[in-house]
């Protein structure tokens, strides 16, 4: 329940469920296997992090990098290392996340598998961004733009997501035209993928909004606030 409900963009939902789950977990009604219990701190880590509780998802996914490094092999490995380098950026810790999200591209680089790995460079992206190192940032949007279109396409969902990442960086540059193209093609990518009430799609319209804003094309701006206040009505009545 708990991950249909992160799946669906219903994260209180889903917080709820995963608390449950530790829950029972503690009270001992239910045993997890090292495979299973590395999931449920991974999600856990996941669903902490969308609902902005930093602390307890940079314990979640520490705990499943423990995990990982018995159970899993090759690429596996470090996909709760690059959440967690995450969860440092957005705490502000640029130098650890930076550290970690290097490690992630030696590794899987290594490993062979190159979505992974542009995973890794789209988020070490955005920490160049929020050094204001704009000039390594894009040349890692970049990287991670061809990595994703060689291996999942140009319309897959991490395309649209890395779009995103160029379009912030052209954003930061002044290039308000550009940035409203990238939004325009991103939002095309990712709305048939994750429907119309998804916290991503606001997320894409704030930024489209306030694009439109910096341009002057306040009508449009204000069209694309009143989606993402539609979406945030959904979500506080929606419930999985």
């Known amino acids: 329940m708990a991950e249909m409900a992160l799946k669906s963009g219903d994260y209180h939902a889903a917080l709820r469920n995963i608390e449950a789950a530790f829950q ?58 690059r959440h967690l380098a995450e969860v440092y950026r957005l705490q502000g810790k640029l130098s650890e996340a930076h550290s970690l999200y290097q490690q992630c591209i030696n590794g899987l680089q290594e490993s062979g598998d190159k979505a992974a790995a542009a995973k890794s460079l789209m988020g070490a992206a955005d920490v160049e961004l929020d050094s204001g190192n704009l000039d390594g940032a894009e040349t890692l949007v970049r990287s991670a733009l061809d990595l994703f279109e060689w291996n999942l396409g140009s319309r897959s969902y991490w395309y649209g997501r890395c779009l995103l990442k160029l379009a912030r960086l052209r954003f ?45 094309d306040g009508e449009q701006a204000e069209e694309c606030l009143a989606e993402v206040r539609t979406i945030g009505r959904y979500l506080a009545t929606y419930d999985v």
Do not use: N
């Not at 701190?41 to 979640?60: P, S």
């Not at 035209?177 to 704030?206: F, K, M, T, W, Y």
């Open 172 to 216: 930061l540059q002044g290039k308000r035209s550009e940035c409203q193209e990238l939004l325009d093609r991103a939002r095309d990518i990712l709305e048939p993928l994750i429907g119309p009430h998804h916290p991503l799609r606001a997320l894409v319209l704030d930024k489209l909004a306030r694009c439109l804003q910096e341009t002057g």
């Open 24 to 81: 029972e977990m503690e009270m001992a009604r239910t045993i997890f296997d090292g495979i299973d219990l590395h999931r449920l701190y991974h999600l856990a880590g996941k669903i902490y992090t969308c609902t902005q509780r930093y602390r307890q998802a940079e314990l979640a996914f520490r705990a499943a990098s423990e995990l990982a490094r018995q159970l899993l092999r090759g690429s596996d490995r470090w996909s709760d290392t």
